[in-house]
């Protein structure tokens, strides 16, 4: 049971290039969400779905796109990266059905710089 | 819109002293209540969490939070901290499907 998986684990662009973090999870949770987490910022949510084809804005949306066209799978891309977009990126879920204890599960991050 | 607050972003104390976090959110209806911890280099652990009954909940590692309704609180306590609790915490609020976070706070023991 690998639960949250993120790839890369770091990544280096420079401004105005595109990429994708990888999201996948192996727990069949209905919830997956995209953090950032910036120092004395604490957790900001980026995206958030509650299952696949669901897809809704968080906090801090701009600058992010998202998909779920699987219950596993949950991509975040960067279509033209910024210096702001510099962060670490953490993906998590949980299950909404069968007993939810409200937990996140997380990935272990990705931290990304953008030149 | 949701909004957590914690307050006194940097802690230090040394080991065996108290500690007491902080923590109010600004809206009402059901919610649910979390403490997370990051250690240095790794991602959040669930610390502890109240969702009904009891206002007084036991997490891991010796810590405990208090949910006060009228106070829109969720303090987070450890009667005697130790070198290992150096991390930081982050209280979050979930209501229907979002959670938010509050903007941590850095806690270093001293040994």
């Known amino acids: 049971n690998a639960g949250v998986t993120q790839t890369p684990k770091f990544q280096v662009l420079k401004t105005g290039q595109s990429m994708t973090l990888q999201c996948a999870q192996d727990?069949?949770?209905?919830?997956m969400s995209w953090y950032r987490q910036d120092p004395g910022m604490g957790l900001r949510l980026i995206h958030y779905?509650?299952?696949?084809?669901?897809?809704d804005q968080g906090e801090v949306p701009n600058g992010y796109n998202v998909s779920r066209s699987t219950t596993e799978d949950f991509p975040l891309r960067l279509l033209s990266a910024a210096p702001s977009q510099t962060s670490v990126y953490f993906c998590?879920?949980?299950?909404?059905?069968?007993?939810?204890?409200?937990?996140?599960?997380f990935g272990e991050g990705s931290r990304l710089t953008v030149l | 819109a949701q909004s957590v607050s914690q307050h006194n972003h940097h802690v230090i104390l040394s080991e065996a002293a108290s500690l007491e976090l902080g923590c109010n959110y600004s809206?009402?209806?059901?919610?649910?209540l979390f403490w997370y911890v990051q250690y240095p280099g790794q991602h959040l652990q669930l610390l502890l969490k109240?969702?009904?009954?009891?206002?007084l909940v036991k997490g891991i590692k010796g810590f405990e939070a208090e949910f006060i309704k009228s106070k829109f609180s969720f303090n987070l306590r450890k009667p005697s901290v130790q070198w290992s609790d150096t991390a930081e915490y982050f209280c979050?609020?979930?209501?229907?499907?979002?959670?938010?976070f509050g903007k941590g706070n850095q806690v270093v023991v001293i040994p």
């Open positions: 998590a879920s949980l299950p909404l059905k069968g007993g939810n204890t409200g937990e996140l599960f």
């Open positions: 779905s509650v299952g696949a084809g669901i897809t």
């Open positions: 809206y009402g209806g059901t919610v649910n």
């Open positions: 727990m069949n949770h209905e919830y």
């Open positions: 979050a609020v979930r209501r229907n499907n979002r959670l938010a």
């Open positions: 109240y969702f009904s009954g009891d206002p």
